[in-house]
């Protein structure tokens, strides 16, 4: 062990020098080399400041594209929603209107027809009051002509009682003037009470004629209790309006 | 179809019923107005009026959620027969049938009108022939005195 080591030592102390002048002749190359890598180093390091620059250049032009095609997908997406909310508004109006037309004119069929049944049941009143007055006529007129009848035939037979009265009791004024009072009073009864009862007829049938009056009114009732109906479902002004617009 | 036959039929039972079981208001009249023409046709009418008029009231009990059209179709042929009535649905049936009900009134007051003056000219017939039949006795018991 001691040996080596002494020869290790003595080794060293041979080479040393040589080493050291090798490594002095060897120094300029160094120098370079070394200069080469910091120059090398220095190219990198450029190369990696440029890289990043670029890099940092090309993320910030990408924020800034994605920024912009955000603003861009904000204010389109506000648009879009104005839009769509600006269409469902007139989309609710062209509904309203055309509900409201579609009433206007079931509000006008209905006039219509309530016009045509109003003028059907006027005129089916009217008819049916003429006949019925017609009839209550006929029936006066019939037995008006009864009643003539029972006075002619009161006035001739009274004719005949008093030629009879002439006849038989000319020598007897009292009994003649008894006879002829009584054909007078009979035939005065009959003529009065058939006249009085005429006028009670035609009386009765002035409150028939009222009762057949009445009927008016029933029809009145019914055209008033449809109008009724008609006003409930009518429109407001607003709306007649509206449609009135849109229809000029 | 066979909702508005059935009532056609219904009905006209209803009118061969009234005639088979000697009804009142058919038969009474035809007596009561014998010798009383204008009578006798205001009852008639009244009558047939008041069978037309029932037709309503047996669709109603019948088949009261039906619209009726064929129905309607039917019966304003025979409505015509009584009364002048261009259209009738079952929006205005109650209207009209409530027409007919006063015509019906009417026509029943106006016969009884009629009946009340027949009684007066009855009455009226009545003392004139009694006063013929005094003023005879009256005459005889006078000759007879002479």
């Not at chain 1, 450029?46 to 670029?54: G, L, P, S, T, V």
């Not at chain 1, 994605?66 to 839009?83: A, F, G, H, Q, S």
């Not at chain 2, 009226?124 to 018991?141: A, I, P, Q, S, T």
Request: glycine share 2%; charged share 35%.
């Amino acid at each position: 062990m001691g040996l080596v080591s002494t020869l290790g030592k003595l080794g060293d102390i041979v080479m040393k020098p040589i080493e050291l002048i090798t490594d002095w002749g060897r120094e300029p190359l160094k120098k370079r080399d070394h200069e080469r890598g910091i120059e090398r180093e220095r190219a990198r390091l450029n190369a990696e400041f440029q890289n990043r620059i670029r890099e940092m250049e090309a993320e910030s032009s990408i924020r800034s594209r994605e920024k912009e095609l955000e603003t861009d997908l904000v204010i389109k997406k506000e648009t879009e929603i104005k839009r769509i909310f600006v269409e469902i508004e007139e989309f609710k109006k062209d509904k309203e209107l055309q509900r409201m037309v579609a009433v206007s004119e079931a509000i006008m069929k209905y006039q219509k027809e309530l016009t045509k049944l109003n003028v059907d049941a006027i005129n089916a009143i009217g008819n049916m009051q003429l006949d019925l007055r017609e009839k209550a006529q006929k029936l006066v007129y019939d037995k008006t002509i009864k009643y003539k009848a029972l006075q002619d035939q009161a006035i001739k037979e009274a004719a005949e009682d008093l030629k009879t009265i002439d006849n038989d009791f000319h020598d007897n004024d009292v009994a003649k003037e008894i006879l002829i009072r009584a054909v007078d009073k009979r035939l005065a009864n009959i003529i009065d009470t058939a006249h009085n009862f005429l006028l009670e007829l035609n009386a009765d049938i002035k409150l028939l004629n009222q009762s057949i009056n009445i009927l008016t009114e029933h029809g009145q009732t019914f055209i008033e209790s449809h109008l009724e109906k008609f006003h409930v479902i009518e429109p407001p002004v607003d709306v007649i309006k509206q449609i009135e617009d849109k229809n000029t | 179809m066979m909702s508005t036959l059935h009532v056609l039929k219904m009905a006209r039972e209803k009118l061969l019923f009234d005639f088979t079981s000697k009804n009142h208001d058919v038969y009474l009249p035809m007596f009561k107005y014998e010798n009383q023409p204008v009578l006798m046709d205001l009852a008639i009418e009244s009558f047939f009026t008041s069978w037309v008029n029932c037709h309503f009231q047996l669709w109603d009990e019948n088949y009261p959620h039906q619209s009726g059209k064929l129905f309607y179709s039917a019966i304003k042929l025979l409505i015509q027969q009584i009364a002048n009535i261009d259209e009738i649905n079952s929006s205005n049936q109650g209207f009209y049938s409530n027409l007919i009900s006063s015509k019906i009134r009417l026509l029943e007051e106006l016969i009884q009108v009629g009946v009340r003056d027949s009684e007066k000219y009855n009455d009226l017939l009545l003392e004139y022939e009694k006063d013929k039949v005094l003023f005879e006795r009256e005459m005889n018991r006078l000759k007879e005195d002479v």
